[in-house]
Each structure stands twice: as C-alpha cells, then as structure tokens.
C-alpha cells in the first residue's frame, strides 16, 4: 500500500506494479490538484521520468537547456552537462497536472488508485508492526480501513504516519521554506534557461538572503516565480513575502511580474531536507519523498528525489515480498536505509554541512561572486549543486566533483 500520489508515491507504486506486486495507492484529493512546488526538473530528474517510460515530449512539457544564475550586475549561462548517464535537457511542468500524469501512469502499469481517501491515522497489530491504515473516504469521510504487508509512506512534509510511529525530524538536519506565484509573462515563459537570483537581500537588511529566487517558464505564456531561504536553528524565517515583492520590483516592468501580471495567489511550502527524518524504514513502514526528508540540501530540487526514493523503495520492497513473512523479509526491508546511504549518504553528508555553515548564513552571493567570471569553477559548482556528473569521470570537473563527495566521511554505524 502506498499513501499519497506525488511523484514519490506514484513512482514506487509504477515500479511495485511492473514488479508483479499488487500495489493500492490512496491520496487524500482528486486530481488536478494544487501543490506548491518550483515545477523545475534537472536532467537527472528527467531520467526518471524516461525510465518510467513517461512521454516528456508533448503539450505541456517545456524543455530548458540549462541554468541562468542571476548576481547583480552579472549574469552567467550554464548549459546542463553532457553525459551519458543523465538527458542534456531539463523539464518544467506545473504541478497542477504533472502528479496525475505520474499516477495514471502507475495506474496503467496496473496499479490500483483510491482518490478522495484521507489517510488519518496507521493500523498497527499487537506487536505495533503496521499493517496498514485508518482513513476516511469519500465527501462524508466515511470511515474504512485499507490492509497490506506493507505500507509506503509519500505522504508529504507533515510525514503523519511517520510522526505517529515516532519518527520525528532529525532537527540538526536543514530545513528550507518557500514561496511561489504564477505570473503571466509572455516575455519570459519561452525562455530556455531556469533563472536563478542569488543577490536578494534579507528584508529591511543589508545581509544576503540565505537561498535565492526563481524564475521558471512554463512555456504556456506563464512562468513560476519563488524564493527560498535555508533555516537557521535559533533564527525566525525571514518574511519571503516582502523578500518576494523587494525582488519583483527590481524586475522589468514588461517581464509582467506585479500584481496586475499575477496568475494566482502567492503560496508556501516547508521544505525537508538531507534525509532529516529517520528511520526511513521500521515496523513495517518504509518513508519516501518529503516524507523522509529526501530534498537535496545543496538546491531545494525534491520532484527527482522523491521519484529516485519511490524506485529505490519499490527494488526493496518487492525483493522483500518475494519471501514469507517473518525473519527474512525483514531483514531485506530493514535494508532500505542503507540504500538510501548508498545513492544519497556522502552527497548529502557534505550538503548538509554546507547547507548549515555556509549557504544558511551567507547565501549563494558571497560564493558566486568569486567564481562568476571563472567558467570551470561556474560548471563544477552547478555539478555539484546538481548532482549531475559520470561515474567513472568523463573530465576533470566531473573527477574533482567525485573525488569532494568520496573524500567525505561515510556514516558512523548505529542501531
């Protein structure tokens, strides 16, 4: 059973259902439905959707070649890499309709879709092992119960199931908050680079603001426009409304990015990050996407993350299903958090400590501006940034990108 149809959940639930395994998704609303996000995708989160075999190549998808980074007076182009492991080509898609075409996907790989179902509470056996779910169904929230081996949890940042089985979010962890608005702007949706500001101030301050803003086209006349902040423990969020609109003022009255251009009202998100929720598997649980605090620490991107940790939980929760209940299924679900280290652990390691000592007091200014006028150290940031590069290295950017996240420490053993 998977709980939520985001990209994490439907993900896990295409690749349970092209497994064999007989999979039932429940989401809490009906589609199309809202979700704050950016609706930017880098080429390693194209290659999800390519794996999943997902047409990327009709209405509605807008192609983007790279990244604009945006300091001041200067600018910098930088196209996606090219590489064999990963598209050269980056995606954006508002979010409006992009969760459904990933779960009428999975649908049509053959899993089951409940919609209109509100997971409330997990169903747990004498033990406390799950085995599945409360929640209530339909308009009159009806109340019914859902069974199954196991559960998958892609319900969101709140991460409720998670919570109730106490695990709680790991607060030394970075956390991250957003805000986004649709604007009509003809003048900027067709263009084919994601626009990144690095030099906003915090508000009624000289100091950067610790994150960046963004503009994104949608290719549909419209672009989406956001800024995040990294959090500071001991620290308020600064306001990112009056971050927002100080930004918007410095733009072009003809890019249309002011209230009489808005499409839509201004909306926010929290945004957990570095794999900041744990254990990521117990008790008959496995936690995916925001859920499990999957958003990379280095640049807010979660739309990959969460499809990357759907496939990852599904290779390991269908292994385990191939064997009896008991002793040895466990012992393959319990697995599942070392996978995560495998693929994520030193990248987000060394983007956790980053993201605390660095990015969260100074910003990406103080950075960029050293390095904007020097191309190699431009594209290695962005790899970096990206977690986009060959394995084995294809150039020396991608050998000194490695090398960093190899060279950083592996996780201390724990219970």
Not at 132 to 137: E, I, L, S, T, W
Not at 194 to 220: K, M, N, T, V
Not at 237 to 244: E, G, I, N, V
């Given at each position: ?9 439907s993900?896990a639930a295409?690749?349970?259902?092209r497994a064999?395994v007989?999979?039932?998704v429940?989401e809490?609303d009906?589609?199309p439905?809202?979700?704050?996000c950016g609706?930017?995708l880098?080429?390693r ?13 009709g209405?509605?998808?807008h192609?983007s070649r790279g990244?604009?980074?945006?300091c001041?007076e200067?600018?910098v182009?930088?196209?996606w890499?090219?590489l064999a ?7 954006t898609r508002?979010r409006h309709d992009?969760?459904?075409?990933l779960?009428?996907h999975a649908?049509a790989?053959?899993a ?8 409330t509470?997990p169903?747990?056996d ?11 169904a ?10 199954a081996?196991l559960?998958i949890?892609?319900?969101g940042?709140?991460?409720r199931?998670?919570?109730?089985l106490?695990?709680h979010r ?6 991250a908050t ?8 003809p ?5 084919e680079?994601l ?5 906003l101030r915090?508000p ?12 994104f086209?949608l290719?549909d006349g ?6 995040g ?8 969020t600064p306001?990112?409304?009056a971050?927002?609109?100080?930004w918007?003022?410095?733009t072009?009255?003809?890019?249309g990015?002011?209230?009489?251009g ?6 926010s998100?929290?945004?957990?990050m ?6 990521q ?5 496995m936690?995916?996407g925001?859920s499990a605090?999957?958003?990379s620490p280095w640049n807010?991107?979660g739309i990959?993350?969460?499809?990357e940790?759907?496939?990852a939980?599904?290779e390991v929760a ?12 466990e012992r393959?679900l ?7 280290d495998r ?6 390691r060394?983007?956790?400590a980053?993201?605390t000592?660095?990015l969260?007091?100074?910003?990406f ?8 006028d020097r191309?190699?150290l431009?594209?290695?940031?962005a790899r970096?940034l990206t977690?986009l590069?060959d394995?084995p290295?294809r150039?020396?950017?991608?050998h000194?990108?490695?090398t960093?996240?190899?060279?950083t420490?592996?996780r201390a053993?724990?219970?």
């Amino acid at each position: 059973m998977v709980v939520g149809a985001g990209p994490a959940g439907s993900s896990a639930a295409f690749h349970l259902a092209r497994a064999g395994v007989d999979v039932l998704v429940l989401e809490k609303d009906d589609f199309p439905r809202e979700k704050v996000c950016g609706d930017g995708l880098t080429p390693r989160g194209v290659h999800q959707l390519v794996r999943m075999g997902v047409d990327v190549t009709g209405e509605g998808w807008h192609r983007s070649r790279g990244m604009r980074w945006v300091c001041g007076e200067r600018h910098v182009l930088i196209d996606w890499p090219n590489l064999a492991r990963f598209p050269d080509f980056g995606l954006t898609r508002t979010r409006h309709d992009f969760d459904e075409i990933l779960a009428r996907h999975a649908q049509a790989a053959g899993a089951r879709l409940h919609t209109g179902v509100k997971v409330t509470a997990p169903l747990t056996d004498r033990t406390g092992r799950v085995v599945g779910v409360r929640a209530a169904a339909g308009p009159d929230g009806e109340p019914v119960e859902h069974r199954a081996p196991l559960v998958i949890a892609a319900d969101g940042a709140s991460a409720r199931l998670a919570v109730a089985l106490g695990a709680h979010r790991d607060k030394a962890r970075p956390m991250a908050t957003a805000v986004r608005r649709y604007f009509r702007s003809p003048t900027r949706s067709g263009e084919e680079y994601l626009e990144l500001w690095a030099d906003l101030r915090l508000p009624q301050s000289d100091a950067w603001l610790p994150g960046y803003g963004w503009i994104f086209p949608l290719g549909d006349g419209r672009v989406n426009v956001g800024v995040g902040v990294l959090g500071r423990r001991g620290r308020r969020t600064p306001d990112l409304r009056a971050a927002l609109a100080a930004w918007l003022e410095r733009t072009p009255p003809e890019w249309g990015l002011d209230e009489a251009g808005a499409d839509g009202p201004l909306r926010s998100a929290a945004l957990p990050m570095g794999l900041n929720r744990r254990p990521q598997y117990g008790r008959g649980l496995m936690l995916v996407g925001d859920s499990a605090g999957t958003i990379s620490p280095w640049n807010g991107e979660g739309i990959c993350q969460a499809m990357e940790s759907g496939e990852a939980a599904a290779e390991v929760a269908a292994l385990a299903l191939t064997r009896p209940a008991g002793p040895g299924r466990e012992r393959v679900l319990q697995s599942y958090p070392a996978v995560l280290d495998r693929r994520w652990g030193r990248y987000y390691r060394l983007g956790n400590a980053a993201a605390t000592y660095v990015l969260s007091r100074s910003g990406f200014e103080p950075l960029l501006t050293r390095i904007i006028d020097r191309p190699a150290l431009v594209d290695g940031m962005a790899r970096l940034l990206t977690n986009l590069t060959d394995d084995p290295s294809r150039d020396a950017v991608d050998h000194v990108v490695n090398t960093l996240v190899r060279l950083t420490p592996a996780r201390a053993a724990t219970r």
